[in-house]
DNA sequence: ACCCAGGGCGTTG
DNA sequence: CAACGCCATGGG
């Protein structure tokens, strides 16, 4: 219980920080999971770059995106960094998408997580936090995605030991925090924004937001 | 000229 | 299961 309230305060100096970051606004949940994909490993600029690229070509559909061929989507997302697999990946889920579900959204979201969560496991190209990603963020289901981010700035922190495993830091955070959603929803997204601005611009850490260690050396620094 | 970004897969040992 | 190579762009 005392954890519980530790990840929460947690989260509370972050959205005192840097307010709600408004995740994955985009313009239908569908767009969220291509998007989540496209941003393997790669920067939201550039995934973006490609989202942009399918969206004018008229691709940025289910039906013409199941009708489309790996090799006519990959020149469509090269900025995406590694496009051929990733149009592979695609291809791949919409196949799945149409046929587990019939290309609808709300009969996904319908589906039990844990069953949904190991189907789009077995789909090639989705892992733990794209999975993960695609449940939170598109269907609006309550599970905790976690990145690398997540991992190296909480055992940093000291939660865990040096590299925990995806489901130690996913089981973490989702038995010490409420299942809540929108709270869900934006912890991670405050995490990736952590993650990738402040510390890495400050040289001490007098503005981190995680108040037991403003004002210490970025030698401990959770970030680096 | 480096470095690394909102990973995941296939192949080894 | 850990380690490692591979995929192969673009911005700082």
Same mark, same amino acid.
């Given at each position: 219980?005392? $954890?519980? $309230?530790?990840?929460?305060?947690?989260?509370?100096?972050? *959205?005192?920080?840097?307010? &709600? @970051?408004?995740?994955?606004?985009?313009?239908?949940?569908? %767009?969220?999971?291509?998007?989540?994909?496209?941003?393997?490993?790669?920067?939201?600029?550039?995934? !973006?770059?490609?989202?942009?690229?399918?969206?004018?070509? $008229?691709?940025?559909?289910? *039906?013409?995106?199941?009708?489309?061929?790996?090799?006519?989507?990959?020149?469509?997302? $090269?900025?995406? @960094? =590694?496009?051929?697999?990733?149009?592979?990946?695609?291809?791949?889920?919409?196949?799945?998408?149409? @046929?587990?579900?019939?290309?609808?959204? %709300? !009969?996904?979201?319908?589906?039990?997580?844990?069953?949904?969560?190991?189907?789009?496991?077995?789909?090639?190209?989705?892992?733990?936090?794209?999975?993960?990603?695609?449940?939170?963020?598109?269907?609006?289901?309550?599970?905790?995605?976690?990145?690398?981010?997540? !991992?190296?700035?909480?055992?940093?922190?000291?939660? =865990?030991? %040096?590299?925990?495993?995806?489901?130690?830091?996913?089981?973490?955070?989702?038995?010490?925090?409420? @299942?809540?959603?929108?709270? =869900?929803?934006?912890? &991670?997204?405050?995490?990736? &924004?952590?993650?990738?601005?402040?510390?890495?611009?400050?040289?001490?850490?007098?503005?981190?937001?995680?108040?037991?260690? !403003?004002?210490?050396?970025?030698? &401990?620094?959770?970030?680096?």
């Amino acid at each position: 219980m005392k $954890k519980k $309230k530790e990840l929460l305060d947690i989260y509370d100096s972050l *959205l005192k920080e840097f307010g &709600h @970051r408004n995740w994955w606004p985009a313009d239908g949940p569908f %767009e969220v999971i291509i998007g989540a994909i496209l941003t393997q490993n790669v920067s939201w600029k550039n995934a !973006k770059k490609a989202i942009d690229n399918l969206k004018e070509a $008229k691709k940025l559909d289910p *039906l013409a995106l199941y009708n489309s061929e790996p090799k006519d989507i990959a020149p469509l997302i $090269k900025s995406s @960094r =590694f496009y051929n697999m990733k149009a592979e990946k695609i291809n791949s889920f919409m196949d799945f998408y149409f @046929r587990e579900y019939g290309g609808s959204l %709300e !009969k996904m979201s319908a589906e039990d997580p844990a069953l949904l969560r190991k189907k789009l496991l077995a789909v090639k190209g989705l892992g733990e936090e794209t999975a993960d990603a695609i449940m939170l963020y598109a269907c609006n289901m309550p599970i905790f995605v976690v990145d690398a981010y997540t !991992k190296r700035i909480f055992s940093r922190y000291g939660t =865990f030991d %040096e590299e925990p495993s995806y489901r130690e830091v996913q089981e973490y955070f989702m038995a010490n925090l409420p @299942r809540d959603t929108a709270l =869900f929803n934006d912890y &991670h997204a405050q995490i990736d &924004h952590l993650g990738h601005s402040v510390c890495k611009t400050v040289p001490l850490c007098d503005s981190c937001p995680i108040a037991s260690l !403003k004002g210490q050396s970025c030698q &401990h620094c959770i970030i680096k």
